[in-house]
């Protein structure tokens, strides 16, 4: 089938002319090759390579949540925090939410439309970055009090030494 356009010979892609006045081929695709272990561990390595740096990306985003949650959990006493908060302890570590969130507002001087529906004015977005540390703090105090975990006592004075040093001598 042969078409003339413009003084342009156009032949169509596929006739039926042209696939029986062809030697006969094998029509069938070959069959493609098994991937060997090498090809598989590449593809293995390159996806776990992608997998760690978007794990990472992901870390990166959040290292101020991800630090103090561990820093709560590993380095706060809170059998002894709890008793402290509840004597009154909890009145400065309130003030000191209040006055970092002030702090901040005056520093960074902005809103926040991080929500995407709504823009937070200035000092209330703080606030609420500065208490969500603070709730934070404090479900990692309870999460220790239902695992039953405390972290190790760490005593930074040197011990107490008595009189005798038990090396077999006697003072006179």
Sequence with gaps: MI???????????????????????????????????????????????????????????????????AWCLGGINWKKTRHVLAIGGWAPALLLVLLSAIVWSRLDARSCDCLGFVTLPNFWWQLGYVSMLAAIAMFCGWLQSVLHWTPHEIHLDPPAHGHDHGHGHAHH
């Design 3 to 69: 078409r003339q356009v413009a003084k342009v010979t156009l032949r169509t892609y596929c006739s039926w002319d042209d696939i029986h006045n062809r030697p006969h081929r094998d029509l069938t695709m070959d069959a493609l090759p098994e991937p060997g272990i090498w090809l598989t561990l590449t593809i293995l390595f390159k996806t776990l390579v992608l997998l760690v740096t978007q794990l990472a990306s992901l870390g990166f985003h959040w290292l101020l949540w991800i630090v103090w949650a």
